[in-house]
C-alpha cells in the first residue's frame, strides 16, 4: 500500500506489556467489505474503552440489517454501537450530512471519556471526517434536475467532456457518484481535481487509523460465505417486507435491485446470489483502491495473527506509535 506502514507479522509484544497511553483522539477502523471489520472493531473497542460509530451508508439505515451486513446482536450488546440502524430508511443521505451526525457522536462520546471508533467501508464519509468537505456555492435546481434525467451513460459521457480526468477519480458504476462530480463540474466550470485539494491538503490531524487487508482469494471466498449467510437467515423476505419504505439512499444497497428482480420472477436464486457476489466482490477491490490513494493508514492482515487477541495486539501497538501527533 503506497504511503503505508504494513504490520505484516504477529507481534512479539504481550498483551500485558502493553503500555498504552490516553487516547482521546478518535480512531478509523476500515478496510474492504468482507475483512472483518465488525468483530475486529468490538475487540478493540473493549481493549481501549471504545464506543463504535458505524460509517457505512447502508448499515446507518433501520429496516434492512441483514442486506446490509449490520453487526450481529451479540456483537451490538457487547460496546455501544451509533448510526446503525439509527435513521429511517427512507431518509436521504450523503457524506455532508453523515459527517454532521458521525461528529456530534464523536464529541458525545469523546466527552465521556471514552475513545470513538469509526468503523465501515464507506471511503468517502470516512474522508469527510478525516478530511472534510469543500465548500461550494449550492447546484442550481434546474442544472440539478437536467443531471438527474439523465442516464448513467449519458451523465458519464457529458462529464468526460466536461472534464476528461474525473471519471477516474470516481466511483463509474455509482450514477449517485457521477451526477454529483457532472453537478460540481457543470456548475463551477472548474475540474473535479480542483475541489477535491482541500481533501489532500488539510486532514484533520486527531484522526488516526487501521486498515484491515485480507487476500483477494480470501476476500472473495468470506463475501461469498457472507452471501450465502444472508439467504440463510432470511434476506429475500427482509427485501421483500421493506422494499417499499426504501428511499433513494438504502435503495442503491447492493444486492437490493437484485432481489427485486428474484422477487419479481425475473431471475432465479443461485442467479441472484451469484450477481450479489460478483458485486460485492467488485466493490471490495474499488474499496482498495480507495484506501490505497486516499488514506495512509497502517495495514493490518488478519491471516498472519494466530488469534483475535494477536490483532488487538497489533492495533494497541499502532496506536502507541502514533500517541504524538
Known amino acids: 500500500m503506497s504511503g503505508t506502514a504494513r504490520l505484516n507479522s ?3 509484544l504481550k498483551s500485558n506489556q502493553l503500555n498504552l497511553p490516553e487516547w482521546p483522539r478518535p480512531l478509523v477502523v476500515t478496510g474492504p467489505t468482507g475483512s472483518g471489520k465488525s468483530a475486529f472493531a468490538v475487540a478493540l473497542a473493549e481493549r481501549i474503552r471504545g464506543e463504535i460509530v458505524g ?22 450488546s457487547r460496546v455501544p454501537h ?11 443521505l450523503d457524506a455532508a450530512k453523515y459527517a454532521v451526525l458521525a461528529r456530534v457522536r464523536i464529541a458525545e462520546i469523546s466527552a465521556r471519556g471514552r475513545t470513538p471508533l469509526i468503523v465501515g467501508g464507506t471511503g468517502l464519509y470516512i474522508k469527510a471526517l478525516t478530511h472534510g468537505l469543500a465548500d461550494m456555492a ?3 435546481p434546474t442544472l440539478r434536475q437536467e443531471i438527474a434525467k439523465l442516464s448513467l451513460p449519458e451523465a458519464l459521457e457529458r462529464l468526460a467532456k466536461a472534464d476528461p480526468a474525473a471519471p477516474a477519480q470516481i466511483d463509474r458504476q455509482n450514477p ?4 454529483r462530480a457532472l453537478e460540481i463540474v457543470l456548475s463551477t466550470g472548474l475540474p ?9 491538503s488539510q486532514p484533520d490531524p486527531a484522526f488516526r487509523g ?9 476476500l472473495r471466498a468470506r463475501i461469498a460465505a457472507n452471501v450465502e449467510a444472508m439467504f440463510a437467515t432470511g434476506v429475500v423476505a427482509e427485501v421483500r417486507a421493506n422494499a417499499p419504505r426504501c428511499g433513494p439512499s438504502l435503495s442503491r444497497a447492493i444486492g437490493f435491485q437484485d432481489i427485486q428482480r428474484l422477487i419479481a420472477g425475473e431471475c432465479d436464486e443461485p442467479a441472484c446470489r451469484a450477481a450479489i457476489t460478483t458485486a460485492t466482490c467488485q466493490y471490495a477491490k474499488r474499496q482498495e483502491t480507495w484506501f490505497r490513494n486516499q488514506f495512509a493508514f497502517p495495514e493490518i492482515i488478519p491471516a498472519n495473527a494466530n ?4 490483532m488487538t495486539d497489533l492495533a494497541c501497538e499502532i496506536l502507541a506509535q502514533q500517541a504524538s501527533p
Not at 83 to 89: D, H, T, V
Not at 210 to 217: G, K, Q
Open 307 to 310: 488469534s483475535p487477541e494477536q
Open 55 to 76: 460509517a457505512d451508508a447502508f448499515q446507518i439505515f433501520s429496516g434492512l440489517p441483514i442486506l446490509t451486513a449490520q453487526p450481529p446482536p451479540e456483537l451490538l
Open 138 to 140: 449550492p447546484v442550481a
Open 176 to 179: 449517485v457518484r457521477v451526477r
Open 82 to 92: 451509533h448510526l446503525i440502524g439509527e435513521l429511517s430508511p427512507d431518509t436521504s
Open 10 to 12: 504477529p507481534s512479539s
Open 192 to 200: 473535479l481535481a480542483v475541489h477535491r485539494q482541500n481533501w489532500t
Open 210 to 218: 487501521i486498515v484491515l487487508a485480507r487476500s483477494r482469494p480470501e
